[in-house]
């Protein structure tokens, strides 16, 4: 597994998931696209740490972030779409469009 | 490997102060909820205690291997963030008053201040993408606090917009890592330029939509109105005045530390930048009805003359003394007008601005001095802000830039007087209309003190200024 | 001492805001009245201790923003002693007429006190952004008098023309003088030392756009002709004492900064485009006579005439700034005579729009064929009109005349054409005046259908106490110059030699 | 020395300006303080003419308002005194006790103390000065009665035309200035370099000729004579009018050096003495044929001060002075007693009111320059200088003289016709013909003895004119070379005056009964040869449209309102507005028209929609990424 190979991997990973997020009308899919975005960074993060620097740690301390990123926005997500079902009885974007102008 | 935490004292009283905040809201009563308040007023000004002293005793210095930079940049941002904060706690006593989660309140307000602050000193990606998130994450959840159609659907667009962007800045920070070999600006700045340019310019330009997505600049601009105008009144001034604060102070460090040193034309980018955010600002602006969504574009168009710094930050030193100046000024100026804004709550739209002055002098005063204030017309401090920026820009050779900021500042006239003309004329009906009955006292003593602030920093402006022209440090 | 002159006036607006709403609006009147008489005192006293050769007196300069180079620098000269006397006259004159003044007085007295602070300041201010923060806050201190006690329904969008149209020009007056500030090293903006340093001289093409900023921003204020469209709404709209002190007052802010910015700043490119504003003069003065001479407005009239009278200025000012076929004695001739005239337009026009106040206040219209016959009922009203008109189109034995004959005299040498096209100008305001007298107050008595049953009042004492003093004022210097021009014209010597070098 | 100068100034200043501020207030004694103060002032005259004062004072920067009585000034500031005094004495009668006499008289004071200005003024500014006053005054004598449009119509055009060549002065001024010579002294005007000599000259002939209603303004004096009696006896007749010509008399010194000016002066005053001595004689009206006979009367003072001849000019006006205000005063009492100033009804006036009678007839005589009288020796005086200028000059002058003598002798056939036999008739039938204002009151004494007195003096003056005695009036003129009118050519004029009089005596009651078939020419000079129809269609007329047009330019470009147009009405207007909506603020409403539709426009990328605002972002910051990445 070469170092442009996973990277291929990394830029296949990160346009599936940006293609989910422009294109899905579900908050909940839109949240997956972003998820599978970050897969994408975490496998770039790895292989530049890998093939480029193994000396210092810095990628690895990417990765992690990354993950804490995954974490957090998928909790924020799940918050916000609750709490628009709530109120609204709506979890789709099109139907979330009363602020405009 | 200065690990000294003394340095970050305003950032760790922030932070202690929301914990044993929210520790105090389980265990008080509904009714004594307030305290929490108090506590985080304390907070604020036990921070700007904090800041002056280390502003006063001259202690700039990178901790934390290098990481975050206490300097001149971070002290003047550390004096708009608490200074805001303290304003928007005293504000929003009477919205949020026995509201079942009050100190929840004060506690995401404390942590998004915290977060805010960790942008402004950032000197590394990875702490920058932090602060990033500290900042945005409980903002979204205040957004929705008021749990309404409205509020839930702006905290939606917010969450999923900052969602998307900071993926991007993820992203950017692997890609720069990728090129630089490493996530600390020093030494970004002396390996980037040997990186091949294209890679360089993918890596910065997502770093720099996560930043922009903070500061509310254009091409990330979409969730400024909607939030603005579904969320409660103080969030709304948060949401576009303190994120901001840190969010063009931690692009000024990352444009100054990595991006000059690369080959490619960022003053170019930055100037059209500015441009489009003045122009769409000010233009979208002119026939809005809700005055929340007034302002809210207004915060668009003051951020693309905040922007008018940037292109010329590497010729002159005027730069960055003017950034953060203006900065000041525009955080005091836009929490008055957003402070009266919350001092009515009844009044949404212009219409029901209309004759004011007659039974609340103050808050026309109020308004007559933040808005004019906002145009920029002395002796308000946005003026001496505004002055400077455009010194700056004639000194760095983008005068055109410079002329269309002057053609905006009259078109930003035209909808300001929309709004004050009314408050002069007549009201239909002698007794007071149901728009002007004021949330309390509290919002209303804010609105003057922020009013009377915007005035004194217009008028003493002179003292502030040798503060804001400290070196950034590496 | 000069701070104390300028801000007198604030102190008592602050006062009066904060006072107790249980005060009378008759005691906010009077406190008006008071603190103008107070301060036209004090101007008197400046006047009687100023020595004509002193240069620049009464200097107070302390650092406001020192990073930007700002300073708080005040002083008074030749050139601004003047018109710091009318201005105070004049508030004083508005005060004593609006002693009648019913809507929302004390607001009203609030903006008026603040507007004298700002004019008072502006003439005295010797650092381009103290010029720059009065010019900026005169406008919004008008703005808010017209929009809140206008007349007609158009109140508001007459304000809002006027703001935007001036609020454009201080704009561009602030990009020049950002110009200027950076061309100077170290970048100060204070006025003095910019002419010591004459820091333009060498750059032209640099020195034109600066110059060309601050000619529009100036322009429009002064309104010439291309500028100018804003100026009939605002008076029509504005109360009496607004567009009295919107012409006797505000108007020369734009006149006074070419002669203490623009020329001495600029030299070399004000001589090079002297020959612009000669020309932008000569057009305004025939155009607004002409254009006065077809109004049936009255009112509208008066704020044409003014167009007039502010084309002499700049001809004269134009022509100051060519040496070729002149000498000095006639370019300085010519800036006595454009100082002089702002000090009688002040006066004259003034008084003309105090007097239209009490037209609209007894008749309901301004419309010149509504009314006819008027001295028989009023008598002492026709006189005070007639007086001012005649020394409006410049009778000798008043200020008109002395102003009028110095500027046309000196300018002649260098600009023969356009002085020959401006003497026109002398005739149609003539005919124009005489036409307006004998529509409105000769002929049989014939009175508005809004007039009140009881007739058209005579001047009542309080609208006789505004009047009188300003057209005896006029008289005074139109009889005996001396005590004026031995102020004015070593003020003008150096200017004409600045400009020369 | 000086303070007499400045007495003589100030008194009829001050006095008039008190009294025209008292107005109705002290409306009976104003006759007497008038009179009181005119009197002074003629003791002033004739102290300040034997003392011969100078006195100056800092007027602008380097140049001085100077006053000097010298010999020419002398003798017109006495001439004046007296012509103010002796019409004051007679004005009671003219104005009623319920007119405002306060503001007459403070008028007519003001009037005499600017002209004492004018005439001994040295330097341009005080001169340009007082002949300004000159005109204000005399627009509001004129409107006196100002209850009457047509009056006030009257005097607006007199002061507008006045005005307009009173530009000349200012001209006159800038070249001076500009010329070198910075002091604006009149002497001094010759030394001034190259053109701006020509350009002074000019400017200074125009204001003259203006003032003295000489061709092309004289229309503005037939207006003139809506004023009451007393002020066209006083301004219009004996010192207004003179200005002029006493101006060219001053600065003949500055029309030779030009070189062009005395010809032109000369002939211009020939030709409008020829030409209004026409217009005289086709007047039908008592007060028009006086006013053409003063423009041509001054006709011959002008071409005594093109010609260079001093002391003619000055008796010439001395003399015309005398007759021409009793004549008026004359005249303005018949218009008040009976009611008419057309020549058919004031048959018979003399015998009416005889001694009133006997001064006009005696100033007629002296005006038709009939050999023993006085303007028949100054006009001997000036038609010598002019033969020695040029012949041709001479035959216009002797034309014009017979003119004189032509209209003069048509006034006082009528006048001395016997009584028509229904004499109340006519009374009534008189009353209300052209404005005469009240019932008829007889002249009371106040008003004859003063016309008397000028009549006498207008006859005796010649005495001091004739060869024997003119030395010593020669001397106090200043001299210089004079021609004096050697016996053949006085006898050529006198024999030409008494001819065209018996002429005139004969042919007259022939035309008086024939039917009125008024020829073309006549009717032309009957309408003082429709200057004013010509300076109204050459001038007022194309300024009011040209105002109107600019006017109509500039409301459409202020409020833009396009029915404003149309109610105005203008076909050349609806065509413009047809075209576009350009005017000069129509740019500006553009501009924000603009913006507003750039507001509508930016309000739309904000639908509302999420997924629009991710490909919005996401579009921009790849577009953002190209520009980075290709311009470098």
Not at chain 2, 40 to 54: N, P
Not at chain 2, 260 to 270: E, S, V
Not at chain 3, 55 to 81: E, F, K, R, T
Not at chain 4, 176 to 198: C, I, K, N
Request: aromatic share 8%; glycine share 10%.
């Amino acid at each position: 597994m070469t170092f442009e190979l996973v990277l291929v991997l990394a830029a296949g990973l990160f346009s599936v998931g940006l293609f989910g997020a422009l294109s899905q009308q579900s908050i909940v899919m839109i949240m997956m696209g972003i998820e599978l975005m970050i897969g994408g960074v975490i496998v770039a993060a790895a292989d530049f740490w890998h093939f480029l620097a193994p000396a210092a740690a810095d990628g690895q301390v990417v990765i992690v972030v990354a993950v804490v990123a995954m974490a957090v926005e998928m909790a924020m997500g799940f918050a916000v779409t609750t709490a628009l079902y709530r109120a609204r009885q709506v979890d789709t974007t099109d139907m979330a469009r009363e602020l405009k102008g | 490997m200065n690990e000294n935490l003394a340095a970050l004292l305003p950032e760790t009283i922030l932070l202690g102060a929301a914990v044993v905040g929210l520790l105090a809201g389980s265990l008080l009563p509904r009714r004594r909820q307030w305290a929490v308040a108090v506590l985080a007023a304390a907070a604020c000004l036990a921070g700007l205690a904090a800041t002056a002293w280390t502003m006063a005793t001259g202690r700039e210095q990178t901790v934390f291997a290098h990481t975050f930079a206490v300097d001149a940049a971070t002290g003047l941002g550390r004096l708009a963030v608490l200074g805001g904060l303290l304003l928007l706690v005293a504000m929003a006593t009477r919205t949020v008053r026995s509201h079942a989660r009050e100190s929840e309140f004060y506690v995401l307000l404390l942590m998004s201040g915290a977060g805010t602050l960790v942008l402004a000193g950032a000197n590394d990606l990875l702490l920058l993408f932090a602060g990033f998130l500290l900042a945005g994450v409980p903002a979204y959840a205040l957004a929705a606090f008021a749990k309404d159609g409205r509020g839930t659907e702006a905290a939606l667009k917010y969450y999923l917009l900052g969602a998307l962007l900071g993926t991007l800045m993820l992203a950017g920070t692997a890609v720069l890592y990728g090129a630089g070999g490493s996530t600390l600006y020093s030494d970004l700045r002396t390996t980037l330029p040997h990186a091949s340019p294209a890679l360089v310019a993918v890596g910065s330009l997502a770093v720099l939509a996560g930043v922009l997505f903070k500061a509310g600049a254009v091409p990330a601009h979409f969730w400024v109105p909607d939030a603005t105008d579904g969320a409660l009144a103080p969030v709304a001034a948060h949401v576009t005045t303190l994120t901001k604060v840190g969010g063009l102070i931690g692009a000024y460090r990352l444009a100054h530390q990595v991006l000059w040193g690369t080959a490619l034309d960022w003053p170019g980018l930055f100037a059209l930048l500015a441009a489009l955010s003045m122009s769409l600002g000010n233009l979208a602006a002119f026939f809005q009805t809700s005055v929340q969504r007034l302002l809210a574009y207004s915060t668009i168009g003051q951020v693309g003359y905040l922007l008018v710094a940037f292109p010329v930050a590497a010729r002159t030193g005027l730069a960055q003394q003017s950034l953060l100046f203006y900065l000041l000024a525009y955080t005091v100026t836009n929490l008055g007008a957003f402070a009266a804004v919350t001092a009515l709550p009844h009044a949404r739209t212009l219409e029901d601005y209309r004759g004011l002055a007659r039974h609340r002098p103050a808050l026309a005063a109020v308004l007559v001095v933040c808005l004019l204030g906002l145009v920029g017309t002395p002796p308000t401090g946005v003026f001496l802000g505004k002055l400077e920026v455009f010194q700056a820009a004639v000194e760095g050779g983008y005068t055109w830039l410079a002329a269309l900021a002057v053609a905006n500042t009259v078109a930003s006239l035209f909808y300001y007087l929309r709004w004050l003309a009314p408050l002069f004329r007549p009201a239909p009906h002698e007794q007071p209309s149901a728009a002007h009955r004021t949330a309390g006292r509290g919002p209303v003593a804010t609105a003057c003190a922020a009013a009377t602030a915007s005035l004194l920093l217009g008028l003493a402006g002179g003292t502030l200024l040798p503060l804001t022209t400290g070196p950034l440090l590496r | 001492m000069l701070t104390l002159v300028t801000f007198l006036p604030l102190l008592a607006c602050v006062g009066l805001a904060l006072a107790p709403r249980s005060v009378p609006d008759r005691v906010c009147a009077r406190v008006w009245a008071g603190t103008a008489a107070a301060d036209l005192a004090l101007v008197v006293g400046l006047w009687v201790g100023f020595d004509p050769h002193g240069g620049m007196q009464y200097q107070q300069n302390h650092p406001w923003i020192p990073a930007a180079g700002v300073g708080y620098h005040v002083g008074v000269d030749g050139l601004s002693l003047p018109l710091v006397a009318m201005t105070c006259l004049l508030f004083l004159a508005t005060a004593l007429y609006s002693l009648r003044e019913t809507r929302r007085v004390r607001s009203y007295v609030c903006l008026f006190l603040f507007l004298q602070t700002v004019s008072v300041g502006l003439f005295v201010a010797l650092d381009l952004i103290l010029f720059f923060v009065f010019f900026d806050l005169s406008l919004v201190g008008m703005f808010f008098v017209i929009a809140g006690w206008g007349h007609g329904g158009r109140a508001r969008a007459a304000a809002l023309t006027f703001f935007l149209y001036t609020f454009t020009g201080s704009l561009a007056l602030l990009l020049g003088f950002i110009g200027l500030s950076l061309a100077a090293t170290p970048h100060t903006f204070d006025l003095l030392e910019l002419v010591r340093g004459n820091p333009l001289a060498g750059q032209g093409l640099y020195a034109g756009l600066v110059l060309l900023a601050l000619g529009v921003g100036l322009a429009v204020k002064t309104p010439t002709v291309p500028f100018h469209t804003w100026l009939p709404p605002a008076h029509t709209e504005a109360p009496a004492a607004g567009s009295a002190i919107l012409a006797g007052v505000l108007l020369k802010m734009g006149a006074y900064g070419f002669v203490r910015i623009a020329m001495p700043l600029l030299p070399g490119s004000w001589r090079r485009y002297a020959l612009v504003f000669v020309i932008v003069g000569t057009v305004s003065v025939v155009y607004g006579a002409l254009v006065a001479l077809a109004q049936t407005d009255f009112k509208r009239m008066i704020a044409y005439t003014s167009v007039t009278h502010m084309g002499y200025i700049l001809l004269a000012v134009g022509a100051a700034g060519v040496l070729a076929g002149t000498d000095a004695q006639a370019r300085s001739l010519a800036v006595t005579g454009a100082v002089v005239q702002m000090v009688s337009h002040g006066l004259l026009t003034g008084a003309l729009f105090l007097l239209t106040g009490v037209l609209h206040d007894r008749g309901g219209t301004y419309a010149m064929d509504a009314y006819s016959g008027l001295s028989s009922h009023a008598p002492r009203f026709a006189a005070a009109t007639g007086v001012a008109a005649f020394a409006g189109l410049g009778i000798p034995g008043f200020s008109g005349f002395i102003a009028e004959f110095q500027i046309l005299t000196g300018s002649l040498a260098s600009q023969a054409v356009a002085t020959t096209c401006a003497l026109t100008g002398l005739l149609i305001t003539a005919a124009l005046f005489l036409r307006a007298l004998r529509h409105m107050f000769l002929g049989p008595s014939r009175l508005p259908a809004a007039a009140p049953a009881t007739g058209f009042r005579d001047l009542v004492p309080s609208e006789a106490a505004a009047t009188v003093p300003l057209l005896g004022a006029a008289l005074v210097i139109g009889v005996a110059p001396r005590f004026l021009l031995d102020v004015v014209e070593p003020a003008s010597r150096t200017v004409t030699q600045l400009v020369a070098r | 020395m000086s303070a007499l100068l400045w007495a003589l100034i100030a008194l009829p200043l001050g006095a008039g300006a008190a009294l025209l501020l008292s107005g109705r207030r002290w409306n009976a004694l104003a006759p007497g303080l008038g009179l009181a103060a005119a009197a002074g002032t003629f003791g002033l005259a004739v102290a300040s003419a034997v003392f011969r004062p100078e006195a100056s004072a800092p007027l602008f920067a380097g140049v001085r308002a100077g006053l000097r009585v010298d010999g020419l000034s002398a003798v017109l500031v006495v001439a004046v005194a007296a012509v103010t005094t002796a019409v004051l004495v007679a004005s009671p009668g003219e104005l009623g006790p319920r007119e405002n006499r306060g503001r007459f008289f403070g008028l007519m004071l003001l009037f005499a103390g600017a002209m004492t200005v004018t005439v001994t003024a040295t330097t341009l500014p005080p001169l340009l000065m007082a002949w300004e006053v000159m005109g204000a005054t005399s627009w509001a004598l004129i409107g006196f009665w100002w209850h009457r449009p047509d009056r006030v119509r009257a005097a607006d055009t007199a002061f507008v035309t006045t005005r307009a060549a009173d530009l000349g002065l200012y001209l006159a001024a800038g070249a001076a200035m500009a010329g070198g010579v910075g002091s604006l002294d009149l002497t001094a005007l010759t030394g001034a370099q190259g053109g701006w000599r020509h350009v002074a000259c000019a400017g200074l002939v125009v204001a003259a000729l203006g003032k003295s209603a000489q061709l092309p303004f004289s229309f503005w004096l037939s207006h003139a004579m809506r004023g009451p009696g007393p002020v066209s006896a006083l301004l219009h007749s004996a010192t207004m009018v003179a200005a002029g010509a006493y101006l060219l008399l001053r600065l003949h010194p500055l029309l030779v050096a030009t070189g062009w000016a005395a010809p032109l002066v000369a002939w211009t005053g020939g030709v409008t003495a020829l030409a209004l001595g026409v217009v005289a004689v086709a007047q039908r009206a008592l007060k028009q044929l006086l006013a053409a006979s003063t423009s041509s009367q001054v006709g011959f003072m002008v071409l005594a001060a093109g010609v260079g001849d001093p002391s003619g000019g000055t008796l010439q006006l001395l003399a015309h002075a005398a007759a021409k205000s009793a004549l008026f005063l004359a005249a303005g009492a018949w218009l008040t007693s009976l009611g008419t100033e057309q020549l058919p009804a004031l048959r018979g006036a003399v015998r009416r009111h005889p001694l009133l009678g006997a001064g006009f007839v005696a100033g007629a005589l002296a005006l038709a320059g009939l050999p023993p009288l006085s303007l028949w020796v100054a006009k001997d005086e000036v038609l010598a200088a002019a033969r020695a200028q040029s012949p041709g000059l001479y035959a216009l002058g002797l034309a014009a003289a017979a003119v004189a003598a032509g209209y003069s002798v048509k006034a006082l056939w009528y006048v001395t016709r016997p009584l028509p036999h229904d004499h109340d008739h006519d009374h009534d039938h008189g009353q209300e013909q052209d404005g005469g204002r009240r019932g008829a009151r007889g002249p009371t004494r106040s008003v004859s003895t003063p016309v008397v007195v000028l009549a006498a003096a207008a006859v005796f003056l010649g005495v001091a004119a004739l060869p024997g005695l003119s030395g010593p009036l020669r001397g106090v003129l200043g001299g210089g070379q004079q021609h004096a009118p050697n016996p053949w050519e006085m006898a050529l004029s006198a024999a030409v005056a008494l001819a065209a009089a018996g002429a005139a005596w004969w042919w007259l009651p022939r035309s008086a009964h024939a039917p009125r078939t008024a020829s073309a020419g006549k009717r032309w000079a009957a309408d003082w040869l429709s200057m004013e129809r010509a300076a109204r269609a050459v001038l007022v007329r194309p300024a009011f449209a040209l105002a109107r047009a600019l006017a109509a330019f500039d409301d459409r470009a202020v409020d833009g309102a396009v029915h404003h147009l149309a109610r105005g009405g203008l076909t050349l207007a609806r065509g413009a507005a047809r075209a576009d909506d350009h005017g000069l603020d129509g740019a500006v409403r553009a501009v924000a028209a603009g913006c507003r539709r750039l507001g509508a426009w930016a309000r739309r990328p904000q639908t509302g929609l999420l997924h629009q605002y991710y490909a919005q972002a996401v579009v921009g910051f790849t577009l953002l990424l190209s520009i980075v990445l290709l311009v470098r």
